[in-house]
């Protein structure tokens, strides 16, 4: 007689948690996998990079075509995108060929300044008690400049290359604008999940939307009352520097202080006396604090909706990973990932940190829930 084996005990039918239900391993998780994502924006820069500003540049155009088709009478929605376009690469590239053509003379010019600079620098030698300063002629003989035309021409060419690049991106992205729309319809399923992926591209367009013309309204003030004081005080160049200042506007929180921080310099040179410098220095640091700390602050608004910390640590971090074209990029790129960010529960609170308000906006289901009937 066999005896029977006693019954195993029965595993429980209660699966354990998963990992991802601990909020700590969560939110660890969602910063591993943000470290993780700027190192591949790093390596992968030569790639991205042209790819990122060939979006910029078609949001750009497709928000001028909009705004030439409500205010041009005439112009039909159909060719609003073509006159902007045509419109966009005429303004660029003049402003591209005005700058070429004025920092060639402007570098001629520097040489007719050699024995002004030689003696502020037997001044500068004086005040700090070093006798007999090397010319300027010596210093660039023993740089040995010629060095370094390999490195500019090779940045040049790479310059050169990611300007093609911009240009092809830009051209396949406006061409497949109504391709890219049918994928959006036909890429979720149900109604709900449609409204809330267009409500966040709305979200984002009208962001990067209204930091553009915020950032060219006062880049344009600065550059224009800056014009009138280099002007007033006669330093050379005047329109080439204001120019200058107008693009450095776009980087935000420190371009314009940056840039406006240069013709004082060269103002030392050309008038070889500290009061004119001094004086420039002072009115168009005034100009760039008045309009960056009180005019664009109530154009911006509550549309950005961007902490100022967040938005000099974007400057910064944007700049490490993708250098000049991260500076530029920065804003329009940390507004998409706070607008991202916020459509996702887990990854909630960094688009919280990164808000002014601690709003980021509605979570997935949210926008949906109510826009219902």
């Known amino acids: 007689m066999t005896q029977s084996k006693p019954p195993r005990p029965q595993r429980s039918a209660v699966a354990p948690a998963p990992l991802l239900g601990d909020p700590v391993a969560r939110n660890a998780l969602v910063v ?33 075509s909009r705004v030439l088709f409500r205010r041009l009478p005439g112009v039909s929605r159909r060719a609003a995108m073509p006159l902007a376009i045509v419109l966009s690469v005429a303004i660029f590239g003049g402003a591209a060929v005005f700058v070429a053509e004025n920092a060639a003379g402007f570098a001629s010019q520097l040489v007719t ?11 500068m030698a004086a005040m700090i008690g070093v006798e007999a300063p090397p010319s ?24 050169l290359a990611s300007a093609a690049f911009v240009l092809v991106y830009l051209g396949f992205i406006l061409a497949s604008r109504r391709g890219w729309e049918r994928k959006a319809v036909n890429l979720f399923g149900t109604r709900e999940e449609r409204h809330e992926a267009v409500a966040a591209l709305i979200r984002i367009r009208d962001g990067i939307e209204q930091y553009l013309w915020v950032q060219t309204v006062t880049g344009l003030m600065i550059a224009v009352a800056s014009w009138a004081t280099m002007a007033a005080v006669g330093l050379d160049n005047a329109v ?34 500290l009061w004119p410098p001094l004086i420039l220095f002072g009115v168009l640091q ?39 074209p991260g500076a530029f990029l920065s804003t329009p790129l940390t507004t998409v990932m706070m607008v991202v960010l916020a459509q996702f529960p887990g990854a909630r609170w960094i688009a919280v940190l990164l808000s002014a308000d601690g709003d980021p906006g509605p979570t997935r289901g949210d926008s949906a829930r109510g826009a219902a009937p």
């Open 113 to 123: 300044y050699t024995p002004r600079l030689n003696d502020l620098i037997g001044q």
């Open 136 to 159: 300027l002629t010596q210093m660039a003989r023993q740089l040995n400049p010629a060095s370094y035309l390999g490195q500019v021409a090779g940045g040049l060419q790479s310059f």
């Open 286 to 324: 005034t100009i760039t604090l008045v309009v960056g700390n009180i005019i664009q602050p109530r154009m911006q608004g509550r549309s950005l909706n961007m902490d100022p910390i967040v938005l000099l640590l974007a400057l910064a971090f944007w700049s490490v990973v993708w250098g000049l």
């Open 32 to 64: 591993l996998a943000t470290i993780a994502s700027g190192v591949v924006l790093h390596v992968l820069a030569d790639i991205l990079t042209p790819l990122a500003l060939a979006i910029f540049l078609a949001v750009m155009i497709d928000a001028f």
């Open 240 to 273: 080439f520097w204001a120019i200058l200042i107008f693009i450095a506007s776009y980087i935000p929180v420190v371009g314009g202080l940056v840039a406006v921080a240069l013709p004082p310099v060269f103002a030392v040179v050309q008038f070889g006396t």
